[in-house]
């Protein structure tokens, strides 16, 4: 091939490209000349579309292409092949010495005389091959090899053997499997893969540029990578159930093509044959025990079996004893060869089969069922709790949504379609299916639980919307007070409505919103669910409750301990966050977010679960994990809850604050500000002052810092229903005495002692005791930065004990024991350098030199972690974040993040200088010093 490369200018050929490539390098000018190369695949996975392909590419780079199809028609036809293939090359034929002129033109139909003699002809068609050669190589293509007729397969295939050391190229493609006369030996195989997820996505989007997500990955998971059947399944969908307004049937419709290639397999299969193939393609698990017991242990059944394995239609593993499709289509192709009536005694015979198995029974018996069924429908509505326990979301509102459709009464079918509302507003992030279960179930007037789950749906449905959290609290706390005077403690709609009043208060940040919920939770009889009465005792102002409400917290943690339910485990962390439980819970949030990554738990859960987890990886140190965290929760709330944004925010926020990205910090800040302001989302603003006062801190600005430590609390107390207040009470009253606001400083660690703060948790413990510390005279700091540093699973809370670590050292040397404080200061540096906390690093260096002890800015080889030092070369070598973050599998976000942290401890402030300062660090000098509380938000691209 030349070096222009033809086949890269085929991009529309998705996912192929490297295909091509790869077979136009097989015959370019190395070893694959003269050779020849046979490509297998299943049936539409493009093995023409690749041929095409290949011939248009060698075309262009001056390679002459023969081609031959085969037909099924005209394999009986005898040279037919030899005579596609030929006949454009027919007038050099007149060059060939006569014995092999006479027989190629007897065997192409254009001459007369007896058959050729076949050793002669395979002569004939050789020396005619080479003669094309001549002027320009030669590429011969068969495309569907094993339809070529017999005579032609025959020639060709001796033909393919004997084209070493000749200009001649022979390419063939047959379906995987596929029999034929041709024989391969010799030639080379390239098996086709089907296309891979991304490739699949492309594809779709390309030709089904509206096809709704959720649609768009059932297509992508029935098609298993097929080209074919992912262009020609969404054509068989109805225009809503391609926009996801409609439900999609349970086996996907194939089109006429599709039909074409697959039905055809299945209804040459005996009568017990077709009958197993449609019990397994409804039941979709493979068990054999199931389908042999559906089948009635049919001997003609198992016979059947047999034949679809030997035709390839299914597989079956002896060691797991589950019968498996070669391909979904063919599950697809047994659907469509099938009728209704047989549908529905299949249905009835696995439903039957299945009766110690109740959703999958319940599943069979709504799909059997031909008019509305109670009995059924409360059999499905039951399933889809079972599903909704173990983090099903999708498959609990499907299965409640069809025992809705199933439902004779109308009360009951808009009940079961609240439900389903519900859950998927809640968990799912399908805002639009969910408004339409929510419209559904309005439409015929709702009682009871319906509208506790139609208001809890609303609230969701409303905060994606620009709609202001008292609309939403004023919705719920209706429609609760509309199910009393007295309540039902096991009444799930309740529960799930209460759970999502207290998540509405809490976000409001209000003392006048808890009331209502507060009163509620207290009426449960006969006792509320421990989970729910924590959220109710302490969670709205643990500094007043959270102490007394401590013995409660064992029942909390056994709950959570045992639970397989993802929202409750959520619910559970939510209520304990503010008393410092989440370590606790760590695997277990982990687990949950493993199994959102891979497709098997409900978004909103997995948003819960990141939340948390990125905080709890803030506060230990585990920093670039959390920006990890920040980025994975940001991409989810820009696809459908964009609500939760802001705590993702925060944290990014913390993270600027901590690096000392002032810039940075005070804008996405300024943006939450705003945002909090306009949908009076109270906590939101209370988060972005406390994130605030660390950024400000970090940048030396201790008097913005307290503007935005007590815009969150005043100084002193401890603001009622602001649980936030908490975790910034130590920032408060470090900027409270660098601002020197003695009084007030001492104050708010009274007030924290008053609370009992320190009982909450080992945490709090150390902070109460670091900021009595940072109050106290000389005489008695030490101590009480000695007790914090003492405090159990201190050196946990890296960060934090880095600070307190700092100030102990601050106050030592100030004192005039600087030997003393050198150990601190050490420790403190060292710590805060390996965080990336530049501005605290900086502080600690500062402090240390004053000691007397010499010191200089450290190489930047051990500032700079591994993933900074990979991170800043390939931004030296003139990569774009996007760039690094494809070759290091990363997002450009966190891509970015990192550079913010290699700026600083680098010394520079653009780009273009990271070549320098890097080979300068190489050479052995040291990192220039950053002055503390000056850093630019450097230039990102």
């Known amino acids: 091939?030349?070096?222009?490369?033809?086949?890269?200018?085929?991009?529309?050929?998705?996912?192929?490209?490297?295909?091509?490539?790869?077979?136009?390098?097989?015959?370019?000018?190395?070893?694959?000349?003269?050779?020849?190369?046979?490509?297998?695949?299943?049936?539409?996975?493009?093995?023409?579309?690749?041929?095409?392909?290949?011939?248009?590419?060698?075309?262009?780079?001056?390679?002459?292409?023969?081609?031959?199809?085969?037909?099924?028609?005209?394999?009986?036809?005898?040279?037919?092949?030899?005579?596609?293939?030929?006949?454009?090359?027919?007038?050099?034929?007149?060059?060939?010495?006569?014995?092999?002129?006479?027989?190629?033109?007897?065997?192409?139909?254009?001459?007369?005389?007896?058959?050729?003699?076949?050793?002669?002809?395979?002569?004939?068609?050789?020396?005619?091959?080479?003669?094309?050669?001549?002027?320009?190589?030669?590429?011969?293509?068969?495309?569907?090899?094993?339809?070529?007729?017999?005579?032609?397969?025959?020639?060709?295939?001796?033909?393919?053997?004997?084209?070493?050391?000749?200009?001649?190229?022979?390419?063939?493609?047959?379906?995987?499997?596929?029999?034929?006369?041709?024989?391969?030996?010799?030639?080379?195989?390239?098996?086709?893969?089907?296309?891979?997820d991304v490739s699949a996505q492309i594809l779709?989007?390309?030709?089904?540029?509206?096809?709704?997500?959720?649609?768009?990955?059932?297509?992508?998971?029935?098609?298993?990578?097929?080209?074919?059947?992912?262009?020609?399944?969404?054509?068989?969908?109805?225009?809503?159930?391609?926009?996801?307004?409609?439900?999609?049937?349970?086996?996907?419709?194939?089109?006429?093509?599709?039909?074409?290639?697959?039905?055809?397999?299945?209804?040459?299969?005996?009568?017990?044959?077709?009958?197993?193939?449609?019990?397994?393609?409804?039941?979709?698990?493979?068990?054999?025990?199931?389908?042999?017991?559906?089948?009635?242990?049919?001997?003609?059944?198992?016979?059947?079996?047999?034949?679809?394995?030997?035709?390839?239609?299914?597989?079956?593993?002896?060691?797991?004893?589950?019968?498996?499709?070669?391909?979904?289509?063919?599950?697809?192709a047994v659907v469509e060869a099938s009728t209704m009536t047989e549908r529905r005694v299949a249905h009835l015979a696995l439903a039957e089969a299945l009766a110690d198995r109740p959703e999958r029974m319940a599943w069979h018996l709504a799909e059997a069922a031909i008019e509305p069924d109670e009995q059924v429908a409360q059999l499905l509505q039951n399933a889809g709790h079972s599903a909704l326990r173990r983090g099903d979301t999708a498959g609990a509102v499907a299965a409640i949504t069809r025992a809705a459709d199933l439902s004779p009464t109308p009360g009951d079918r808009c009940r079961r379609l609240a439900e389903a509302a519900y859950i998927g507003a809640d968990s799912t992030g399908d805002a639009d299916n969910a408004s339409e279960l929510l419209r559904r179930a309005q439409s015929n007037g709702l009682d009871g639980s319906g509208v506790l789950h139609a208001a809890a749906a609303a609230v969701f449905l409303l905060l994606n919307t620009e709609a202001d959290l008292d609309t939403a609290h004023r919705l719920l706390v209706r429609a609760i007070e509309a199910a009393g005077p007295t309540y039902d403690a096991t009444d799930t709609a309740l529960v799930d409505a209460l759970h999502t009043l207290q998540l509405v208060c809490w976000w409001g940040g209000r003392a006048d919103l808890w009331a209502p919920f507060i009163d509620a939770v207290a009426r449960l009889e006969p006792v509320p669910p421990p989970v729910l009465a924590m959220a109710a005792q302490t969670f709205p102002d643990p500094a007043r409750t959270g102490v007394a409400d401590l013995a409660d917290l064992d029942e909390v943690r056994g709950v959570l301990r045992r639970t397989a339910d993802p929202a409750l485990l959520v619910r559970g962390a939510t209520a304990t966050v503010y008393l410092d439980r989440i370590g606790e819970l760590k695997d277990r949030l982990?687990?949950?977010?493993?199994?959102?990554?891979?497709?098997?738990?409900?978004?909103?859960?997995?948003?819960?679960?990141?939340?948390?987890?990125?905080?709890?990886?803030?506060?230990?140190?585990?920093?670039?994990?959390?920006?990890?965290?920040?980025?994975?929760?940001?991409?989810?709330?820009?696809?459908?809850?964009?609500?939760?944004?802001?705590?993702?925010?925060?944290?990014?926020?913390?993270?600027?604050?901590?690096?000392?990205?002032?810039?940075?910090?005070?804008?996405?800040?300024?943006?939450?500000?705003?945002?909090?302001?306009?949908?009076?989302?109270?906590?939101?603003?209370?988060?972005?002052?406390?994130?605030?006062?660390?950024?400000?801190?970090?940048?030396?600005?201790?008097?913005?810092?307290?503007?935005?430590?007590?815009?969150?609390?005043?100084?002193?107390?401890?603001?009622?229903?602001?649980?936030?207040?908490?975790?910034?009470?130590?920032?408060?009253?470090?900027?409270?005495?660098?601002?020197?606001?003695?009084?007030?400083?001492?104050?708010?660690?009274?007030?924290?002692?008053?609370?009992?703060?320190?009982?909450?948790?080992?945490?709090?413990?150390?902070?109460?005791?670091?900021?009595?510390?940072?109050?106290?005279?000389?005489?008695?700091?030490?101590?009480?930065?000695?007790?914090?540093?003492?405090?159990?699973?201190?050196?946990?809370?890296?960060?934090?004990?880095?600070?307190?670590?700092?100030?102990?050292?601050?106050?030592?040397?100030?004192?005039?024991?600087?030997?003393?404080?050198?150990?601190?200061?050490?420790?403190a540096m060292d710590a805060l350098f390996r965080l990336g906390a530049t501005p605290w690093a900086e502080r600690a260096r500062m402090e240390l030199r004053a000691t007397g002890l010499p010191t200089r800015p450290e190489a930047a080889r051990s500032l700079l972690t591994p993933q900074e030092v990979e991170i800043a070369q390939l931004a030296a070598s003139g990569l774009t974040n996007k760039q690094i973050g494809e070759r290091l599998h990363l997002s450009h976000r966190t891509v970015g993040a990192y550079l913010y942290q290699v700026f600083p401890k680098l010394g520079i402030t653009t780009r273009a200088a990271l070549r320098d300062a890097l080979t300068a660090l190489d050479g052995g000098a040291g990192a220039p010093p950053v002055s503390a509380g000056t850093v630019t938000e450097y230039p990102v691209t």
């Open 204 to 332: 779709l989007a390309a030709r089904y540029p509206g096809l709704a997500a959720r649609v768009r990955a059932r297509v992508v998971a029935e098609a298993c990578g097929n080209p074919l059947a992912l262009l020609e399944l969404p054509a068989e969908l109805s225009a809503p159930q391609r926009a996801a307004k409609e439900e999609l049937p349970a086996v996907l419709p194939l089109g006429d093509r599709l039909r074409a290639l697959f039905v055809a397999r299945v209804t040459s299969l005996s009568e017990g044959g077709r009958r197993l193939l449609l019990l397994a393609a409804l039941d979709g698990t493979g068990e054999l025990d199931t389908l042999y017991s559906a089948a009635g242990h049919d001997t003609a059944a198992l016979a059947g079996l047999a034949c679809a394995e030997r035709d390839r239609l299914v597989r079956v593993d002896s060691a797991s004893r589950r019968l498996r499709f070669h391909h979904p289509l063919i599950r697809s």
């Open 590 to 827: 982990w687990e949950l977010v493993r199994s959102a990554r891979n497709g098997g738990g409900p978004v909103r859960q997995h948003l819960g679960a990141l939340m948390h987890l990125c905080m709890e990886d803030f506060l230990t140190g585990e920093w670039e994990e959390a920006q990890q965290l920040v980025d994975e929760g940001a991409a989810l709330c820009d696809a459908g809850y964009p609500f939760f944004a802001w705590y993702f925010q925060y944290n990014q926020v913390l993270l600027h604050g901590a690096r000392g990205e002032t810039e940075a910090g005070d804008a996405l800040a300024d943006r939450m500000l705003r945002w909090a302001a306009r949908r009076g989302v109270g906590t939101a603003a209370a988060f972005a002052h406390q994130a605030r006062t660390l950024v400000c801190l970090g940048s030396s600005d201790y008097e913005a810092a307290y503007r935005h430590a007590t815009a969150l609390t005043p100084a002193g107390t401890l603001a009622p229903y602001t649980a936030h207040a908490l975790w910034g009470a130590f920032d408060l009253v470090e900027a409270a005495v660098r601002t020197g606001r003695e009084a007030e400083a001492a104050a708010h660690v009274r007030a924290l002692r008053e609370q009992g703060i320190a009982r909450l948790s080992d945490r709090y413990a150390m902070l109460v005791a670091g900021a009595a510390g940072l109050s106290a005279p000389d005489d008695e700091a030490v101590t009480h930065f000695e007790q914090a540093l003492s405090a159990p699973g201190a050196d946990r809370w890296v960060f934090e004990a880095a600070r307190i670590r700092l100030a102990l050292g601050e106050r030592l040397r100030r004192t005039g024991a600087k030997s003393r404080a050198r150990e601190p200061l050490t420790a």
């Open 1 to 196: 091939m030349s070096g222009s490369e033809p086949w890269g200018r085929r991009s529309q050929i998705v996912g192929r490209i490297q295909d091509v490539q790869r077979v136009c390098e097989f015959f370019g000018d190395g070893p694959g000349r003269g050779r020849g190369l046979h490509v297998v695949g299943e049936a539409g996975v493009g093995k023409t579309t690749l041929l095409d392909a290949v011939a248009e590419a060698m075309a262009k780079a001056g390679t002459r292409v023969l081609r031959a199809d085969g037909v099924e028609f005209e394999a009986d036809v005898t040279f037919a092949g030899l005579h596609q293939l030929l006949m454009p090359v027919q007038d050099e034929i007149e060059r060939l010495p006569s014995e092999y002129r006479e027989a190629l033109l007897v065997a192409l139909g254009v001459g007369m005389g007896p058959a050729p003699n076949r050793l002669l002809l395979v002569n004939a068609t050789l020396a005619l091959l080479r003669e094309v050669a001549v002027e320009a190589p030669l590429l011969l293509i068969i495309d569907d090899l094993p339809w070529l007729d017999r005579p032609s397969a025959v020639v060709l295939g001796i033909v393919a053997r004997r084209l070493s050391g000749s200009r001649v190229g022979f390419l063939a493609a047959s379906r995987t499997g596929g029999e034929g006369v041709l024989d391969h030996g010799g030639l080379d195989e390239l098996e086709l893969k089907p296309l891979d």
